[in-house]
Every structure is written in structure tokens, then in C-alpha cells.
């Protein structure tokens, strides 16, 4: 987890590094197409995190509380994650 991490704070600094850039856009009246290009790669970024974050947790914590006899809390963070990611 500990290299995943470095990993996962690297890619946020990056895309905190877009959505400051993604002000000085809107500030500047920079063309709407541009500003939405630029939205659009945030997101993608956002949701790698997500993505990574999810096999993380599905790999290593959902499968330790199902070896714990705790299959309900594993079932209920899975439908909770898979319900967050549709919206």
C-alpha cells in the first residue's frame, strides 16, 4: 500500500496542479472548448485515483474482513462503492 500511495499522492498533486490551472483559465476568459478539455482530463484523472483506490480496497481490505467472518461489511462497502462510481 505504502508505494501505492506515493503513487496515489503524485497523481492529486497533478491534478491539484490542473484545477489551479483550471482557475487562471476561467479568470483569464480562456476559449469554453479549452476550459472544458481541461475539465474533462481532471476527471479522467479523478477517476483513475478511484479506480485504484477501489482494487486496493477489493484486494487487501474487502478480502481481510471476509477471512475475519465479516462478509456483511465487506458486501455493504462493495454496493456502497459500485453506487458511488454509477453516479
Given amino acids: 500500500m ?4 506515493q503513487k496515489l499522492v ?3 498533486k497533478i491534478i ?6 483550471l482557475i487562471n483559465m ?4 480562456k ?3 479549452d476550459i472544458i478539455t481541461q475539465t ?6 479523478l477517476s483513475g485515483v478511484e479506480d485504484s483506490l477501489l482494487e486496493d480496497h477489493l484486494g ?16 455493504k462497502e ?3 462503492v459500485y453506487q458511488l462510481k454509477r453516479k
Fill in 26 to 29: 476561467i479568470e483569464d476568459g
Fill in 60 to 75: 487487501c481490505c474487502a478480502v481481510n474482513q471476509i477471512k475475519k467472518g465479516q462478509t456483511e461489511k465487506a458486501i
Fill in 31 to 33: 476559449y469554453c472548448i
Fill in 78 to 80: 462493495i454496493l456502497k
Fill in 2 to 5: 505504502q508505494n501505492n500511495k
Fill in 10 to 12: 503524485r497523481r492529486l
Fill in 16 to 21: 491539484e496542479g490542473q484545477v489551479r490551472g
Fill in 40 to 45: 474533462s482530463a481532471i476527471k479522467q484523472g
